[in-house]
């Protein structure tokens, strides 16, 4: 920039892949424009793990979403847009949603197809900006993916030392 203009102080979004048991597995840090249902498609191709569950809000609704997971041999579980129906050219998963959704209501199958897991990754979200903040210090975009790197593996490790054990107890 020329002197006196500021630099473009973009935002940035950050996107966590969640385990069951709440350990951030991936994150992937991109511009605020870039689409959330291509990152997640990125995300799920990673041959870093195994994905056995893709589960996620409107913003995940895509074809491509829903291909990638079939693909890995994941369920999916992705809240399908309001106004959402049944499509000759739509994938098979997101057409039983939207079928069963219309026969029980989207309460019942959020229950049903275990769509509160995704409450797991809001969650994560909320330790995340809770504990290492929601603003990156860096500048530099590989030092910024580094900085999110390192704070989810903080996350992990604070999660596994808190985290409480359960012993069943015979009598």
Same mark, same amino acid.
């Given at each position: 920039?020329?002197?006196?203009e500021?630099?473009?102080?973009?935002?940035?979004?950050l996107?966590?892949?969640?385990?069951?048991?709440?350990?951030?597995?991936?994150?992937?840090?991109?511009?605020p424009?870039?689409?959330?249902?291509?990152?997640?498609?990125?995300?799920i191709?990673?041959?870093?793990?195994?994905?056995?569950?893709v589960?996620? /809000?409107?913003?995940?609704?895509?074809?491509?979403?829903?291909?990638?997971?079939?693909?890995h041999?994941?369920?999916v579980?992705?809240?399908?847009?309001?106004?959402?129906?049944?499509?000759?050219?739509?994938?098979?998963?997101?057409?039983?949603?939207?079928?069963?959704?219309e026969?029980?209501?989207?309460?019942?199958?959020?229950?049903e197809?275990g769509?509160?897991?995704?409450?797991?990754a809001?969650?994560?979200?909320?330790?995340?900006?809770?504990?290492?903040? /929601?603003r990156l210090?860096?500048? /530099?975009?590989?030092?910024?993916k580094?900085?999110?790197?390192?704070g989810?593996?903080?996350?992990?490790?604070?999660?596994e030392?808190?985290?409480?054990?359960s012993?069943?107890?015979r009598?």
């Amino acid at each position: 920039p020329k002197h006196g203009e500021r630099d473009c102080q973009c935002g940035k979004k950050l996107h966590l892949g969640v385990a069951r048991n709440g350990v951030i597995v991936a994150e992937t840090l991109t511009a605020p424009n870039v689409d959330d249902a291509k990152t997640g498609v990125k995300m799920i191709n990673n041959e870093r793990y195994k994905v056995k569950a893709v589960i996620g /809000d409107a913003a995940y609704d895509s074809r491509e979403i829903c291909e990638a997971a079939e693909d890995h041999g994941a369920r999916v579980v992705v809240s399908p847009v309001k106004n959402a129906r049944v499509g000759r050219q739509a994938p098979r998963a997101r057409n039983r949603s939207v079928k069963r959704i219309e026969q029980i209501g989207r309460v019942c199958w959020k229950r049903e197809a275990g769509y509160h897991g995704q409450g797991k990754a809001e969650n994560t979200f909320f330790r995340y900006k809770s504990m290492i903040g /929601d603003r990156l210090r860096s500048r /530099d975009p590989d030092s910024q993916k580094t900085e999110v790197s390192l704070g989810c593996n903080i996350l992990n490790r604070m999660f596994e030392c808190g985290r409480p054990r359960s012993v069943a107890l015979r009598d």
